[in-house]
């Protein structure tokens, strides 16, 4: 028997259908590479990607083929997105800050038909064309006349519906940032793409509706900028875009176009903080910022409360499309202390519905979620990956659980902590060290702008740390200030047994520290003390 409700599939041109009929003047702002700034509204966004997606058919694109993305935040990246997927394409967003021979790989494994690309990457293009086995043609994004993407959609007069199918259809291609081996490539659904967009705006995410204005500094090559795009069309949100990621640009758009909610890395907003430092300039109406790719240091979530805005750490990844957890304050909330509310927003969240996590040893017993037992984090749910693209075996096991990679612990309400990635963690005399809260730790320092911890040889003990210190610019912060400083945060045995100050530290292209660099580059370094 079958229940007697209406049935349709789940597709994500359904999303900016609902956008433009109920939010079509709702403001699409973009700030371009060349310092202009343009204005649509959701129903041009509509429009237009309709007119892409007759351009693609005349350009010979079927349903299933890839359409790749080289490109920042921008109106005609929304375009492309929802232009490819309306017309039953795959959208394949490339990360330009790969290396050369990860975007060759990349592109001609996806098999991808189509480019479209920034101005900006030009010389990338120009560079790796030879070798691109697999495109035919190549569109400007932000360029003019012959072959820019202006030119490929004026032609069409956007008379056309949508493609319609089922919703386990795949919608878009993401592939990993992986430090060691080829990027692995996850093929989003329709189904999963707007289940997942049902989670983003719930309230205990990012509690978004229409009177929300996003800013996602996060770009859209990055995990399909944390799914904002398919939740503002959702809810039928203003979005900002900016195609630079300038603390100066980013501070006024937040500023000139009332920016309620914003989306970035750590460092997104260690460089804004240097901003409103350098000139007295914050943003005004910021009401959440959400902090994810690496964990938000305690020192950084208390600024950016500090400025009025609620934060939200958010923990996921591309194999979960990939928000999997974000920190939504308990009842009670406001009764709290500041100290317990930074410790409670330093961990990364509570589980959402759709998204179940367990913690494993080693043998692959589950650990009780008493907020102690550390042990490897596993994630299922219907916006996880079930196989990598291209992939002859399943990357789940046979119960659906997917190992994320990371060390964690539960709490016993559901809270998720991750201590460290399974590979960076310090085990030091048969105990482990995180890696991740000596850091983040050690950027509460005064003068400290950013630290790496790494495990270096030791006969006794294994290993101990080496902690890698940026200090902030004009700081002369000492080895001495800092063991101080750590002295109090950390365990004793946690403190590192050497210190050194380098210049910059070396991140992977979505912003996050690049320990497998790191650790090549100190491979022969000797502690005094071993």
Not at 86 to 94: E, K, L, P, S, Y
Not at 107 to 135: C, G, W
Not at 237 to 264: H, Q, W, Y
Not at 416 to 434: A, L
Request: net charge negative.
């Amino acid at each position: 028997m079958l229940g007697g409700m209406q049935d349709f599939e789940l597709r994500v041109p359904k999303l900016i259908d609902h956008a433009a009929q109920e939010a079509g003047a709702r403001e699409i702002v973009s700030h371009w590479a060349d310092g202009s700034e343009t204005r649509t509204d959701w129903a041009g966004i509509h429009r237009s990607s309709k007119k892409l997606a007759q351009a693609l058919e005349r350009l010979g694109i079927n349903r299933g083929d890839r359409v790749a993305t080289l490109a920042m935040n921008h109106a005609n990246h929304l375009i492309a997105w929802y232009g490819t997927i309306g017309m039953g394409g795959v959208v394949h967003t490339i990360n330009p800050r790969l290396f050369d021979d990860q975007l060759v790989y990349i592109a001609n494994h996806a098999q991808d038909r189509v480019l479209m690309y920034d101005a900006a990457f030009q010389p990338l293009v120009d560079r790796l064309k030879e070798q691109l086995t697999s495109i035919e043609h190549y569109v400007v994004m932000d360029g003019a006349g012959d072959g820019s993407f202006d030119a490929l959609i004026d032609r069409e007069d956007g008379d056309y519906a949508w493609v319609e199918g089922g919703e386990r259809e795949p919608c878009m291609l993401c592939y990993t940032s992986g430090t060691t081996g080829n990027p692995k490539g996850v093929l989003y659904e329709h189904r999963s793409t707007v289940l997942h967009a049902m989670m983003v705006v719930a309230p205990s995410v990012l509690a978004m509706s229409s009177s929300s204005v996003m800013l996602p500094v996060v770009p859209m090559f990055h995990a399909a900028a944390w799914g904002t795009p398919f939740a503002c069309a959702m809810t039928g949100a203003k979005m900002v875009f900016s195609a630079v990621n300038d603390p100066v640009v980013l501070c006024g758009l937040m500023n000139r176009e009332r920016v309620t909610i914003s989306s970035g890395v750590p460092t997104v907003w260690l460089a804004l903080f240097a901003h409103i430092d350098a000139t007295g300039e914050a943003p005004q109406y910021l009401k959440l910022a959400t902090v994810g790719g690496s964990a938000a240091p305690r020192a950084m979530i208390a600024r950016l409360m500090a400025m009025g805005a609620e934060v939200k750490h958010l923990w996921g990844m591309t194999e979960t499309s990939p928000v999997a957890t974000a920190g939504s304050p308990p009842e009670g909330w406001e009764d709290w202390s500041d100290d317990r509310k930074l410790d409670f927003l330093t961990k990364q969240g509570q589980i959402p519905f759709g998204v179940e996590l367990r913690v494993t040893d080693d043998e692959g017993n589950d650990l009780p979620r008493d907020g102690e037992s550390s042990g490897r984090l596993h994630v299922r749910g219907p916006w996880i990956v079930q196989r990598y693209f291209g992939a002859d075996q399943d990357a789940a096991d046979a119960d659906g659980w997917f190992d994320t990679g990371d060390v964690a612990v539960i709490h016993p309400e559901g809270t998720m902590q991750i201590t460290d990635r399974s590979k960076d963690v310090i085990k030091s005399g048969g105990e482990w060290i995180s890696s991740v809260d000596l850091e983040n730790a050690a950027v509460g320092c005064p003068g400290v702008a950013e630290a790496a911890a790494i495990g270096i040889y030791h006969p006794k003990w294994d290993e101990r740390p080496l902690l890698l210190i940026v200090r902030k610019s004009g700081s002369t912060v000492s080895r001495d200030e800092i063991l101080t400083h750590l002295g109090d945060n950390v365990a004793k045995w946690w403190l590192p047994d050497a210190i050194e100050f380098v210049d910059e530290l070396p991140h992977t292209a979505t912003g996050k520290l690049l320990k497998t660099a790191l650790r090549e580059t100190f491979k022969d370094y000797r502690l005094v003390a071993a």
